[in-house]
Nanobody, 117 residues
Framework: QVQLVESGGGLVQPGGSLRLSCASS????????MGWYRQAPGKQREFVAQ???????NYADSVKGRFTVSRDNAKNTVYLQMNSLKPEDTAVYYC???????????WGQGTQVTVSS
């Protein structure tokens, strides 16, 4: 069974940077997209960023210009580089990997990101 393992979360001051990683514990074929979502306390989970099989990317307006999503297909790993972090970026971040035609839809367990002085 495939499991996604996230790392890289933590506490950072406003204006700082973090890099999240999400790796699969097993081999995954025919990945359509890899991405990130987040959930702040008392709020619904929201989309952050995604990268498609062909390399195109999509971002939430709130993170455009500050976050960069990338993937390493050989390692089945997706990254989220977060710069110029703001307190409102504080949330649990979840990675998501989806297959073509929704053949599968995997989620990570979440990693906490806290932006505070």
């Amino acid at each position: 069974q495939v499991q996604l393992v996230e790392s890289g979360g933590g506490l950072v001051q406003p204006g700082g940077s973090l890099r999240l990683s999400c790796a699969s514990s097993g081999s995954i074929n025919s990945i359509y997209l890899m991405g990130w979502y987040r959930q702040a306390p008392g709020k619904q989970r929201e989309f952050v960023a995604q990268v498609f099989d062909g390399g195109s990317t999509n971002y939430a307006d709130s993170v455009k210009g500050r976050f960069t999503v990338s993937r390493d297909n050989a390692k089945n790993t997706v990254y989220l580089q977060m710069n110029s972090l703001k307190p409102e970026d504080t949330a649990v971040y979840y990675c998501n990997i989806r297959g073509y035609y929704n053949r599968y839809n995997y989620w990570g367990q979440g990693t906490q990101v806290t932006v505070s002085s």
